[in-house]
DNA sequence: TCTGGGGTCCTAGGACCC
DNA sequence: TCTGGGGTCCTAGGACCC
């Protein structure tokens, strides 16, 4: 039986990549993107990472500095990025034979057998080289026994530039001394509170981590961080899934642009959320029975007072209308809401799936679906997706004073026409 | 003035059953 | 005086990931 080889192909500085994609001018400088609202530092550049912009940051309070020195700032734009997501996972679909898309910039591959055939490193240059060629990104790739030591190869192969990018860690010398390297925390699976109380045994680097008894890892822990130890040891516990798993809940939640003090306006922003959450929902071809909705006040002010709730509402029957789902949601917003705060956020989350048609109601449960209830929301997300509108439901809101802040947004380059980059 | 969003898995403890 | 043991299901909370 062969051993197993996973490689894991990760873009570099993602969305600070796909902005510059389109701005060569900005070739050189200091890029940040932000999370929603404008809030935090969710991608940096190299020059701005060398600026020591930290991952997180709330850019309140590196703004004055940061655009003093000349740095430049994007609102996030994940319509730009998924699209050059998806280009990207195109192109390692294409030279890989078993892919795991892992998030919006990585990927797992199986190269399983591939290395009685083709030199590994070489073959991880030639992904390189042909994603770089044909849409722009530049990636590290990892290459080992098994998934965590192929992140770690990854780590190693963006830490060093002496790499060239690509880290083949298939040779257990060059396991052990990596993993001699590496401080504990950069394991993956081993976060934060993880990594100080391992620091606490003892334990600083990936390799003690490995050399670590399992079963008393297992014990003072998890099975979760005993598998990691596993697989540090080249003994591969995490398996490749081509096939995403189907999504066991679906949460839509913003912080608003501005606090909310009237109800009026959240239960618009509830309503949309809902909304959102339900046609989601319908694209994973799910009926979803419980419906929980959350508001709270801001976590950072503490000179007002804070408030934060939650309520469940369920549905005695599986649905996927979007009406259904913003009145449930409403119904558990009516439940929390209290006046007098300055409501930060909100968010609803759909649960308990049913696939279409699956759900058996019980002797006295009765049937009492909106009628022609399919056909309408098909007819809406046919629409929505069209990109010649938008139809939503009223209580949405029309002004919407709420919505998020995203002050530095760039074009929609590669998804609606309008957007379309223009040389002259 | 200004601090993201969307997920997963595991465990402990309580309720309940036989 | 003396008060079991094992199983399942559910939930809340904690940890992690990107």
């Not at 000349?70 to 078993?98: C, K």
Request: hydrophobic share 40%; with cysteine; proline share 5%.
């Amino acid at each position: 039986m062969n051993t197993p080889v996973f490689a894991l192909v990760d873009c570099n500085n993602f969305y600070a990549s796909c902005e510059r994609l389109f701005r060569p001018d900005l070739a050189g400088r200091p890029i940040v993107v932000l999370s929603n609202n404008d809030g935090c530092v969710v991608a940096r550049s190299a020059e701005a990472k060398s600026l020591g912009i930290k991952m997180g940051v709330p850019y309140f309070k590196i703004k004055a500095a940061y655009e003093q020195g000349g740095g430049i700032v994007f609102s996030s734009n994940y319509a730009l990025y998924a699209d050059i997501s998806s280009r990207v996972m195109q192109v390692l679909e294409m030279l890989a034979p078993r892919i795991e898309v892992y998030s919006i910039d990585e990927a797992f591959i199986d190269l399983t057998g591939v290395d009685k055939i083709l030199n590994l490193a070489g073959f991880g240059e030639e992904i390189r080289q042909k994603i770089f060629r044909w849409i722009g990104i530049n990636v590290g790739v990892g290459i080992a026994p098994t998934k965590t030591l192929a992140k770690l190869a990854n780590y190693a192969a963006k830490r060093w530039p002496t790499t060239g990018g690509v880290v083949d860690l298939t040779d257990p010398v060059r396991q052990r001394k990596l993993l001699q390297l590496v401080p504990v925390e950069e394991v993956w699976g081993i976060g934060r509170r993880l990594a100080k109380q391992l620091n606490q045994m003892g334990i600083h680097t990936a390799w003690q981590l490995a050399q670590a008894n399992s079963k008393v890892i297992r014990r003072q822990f998890s099975v979760v961080v005993e598998r990691t130890v596993c697989e540090l040891n080249g003994q591969s516990c995490l398996a490749l899934h081509e096939q995403p798993e189907p999504k066991k809940q679906i949460i839509s939640s913003r912080s608003f642009g501005k606090r909310i003090t009237e109800f009026q306006l959240l239960r618009e922003a509830v309503s949309k959320y809902a909304s959102r959450a339900a046609e989601k929902l319908r694209q994973q071809q799910q009926y979803c029975r419980l419906v929980q909705v959350s508001v709270r006040t801001s976590p950072f002010a503490p000179q007002e007072p804070y408030y934060s709730n939650a309520a469940v509402v369920a549905l005695t029957l599986p649905s996927a209308d979007s009406r259904e789902l913003v009145q449930a949601a409403t119904l558990g917003l009516e439940r929390i809401w209290k006046p007098g705060y300055h409501y930060q956020k909100a968010a609803v989350m759909l649960a308990d799936f049913w696939p279409t048609g699956t759900y058996q109601p019980s002797l006295f449960e009765v049937q009492e679906s909106k009628p022609n209830s399919e056909r309408l929301m098909g007819v809406m997300d046919s629409i929505n997706r069209s990109g010649k509108g938008r139809i939503f439901l009223a209580a949405e809101g029309i002004r919407q004073p709420w919505q998020m802040k995203r002050t530095f947004l760039s074009p929609a380059y590669t998804t609606r026409i309008s957007d379309l980059p223009r040389v002259t």
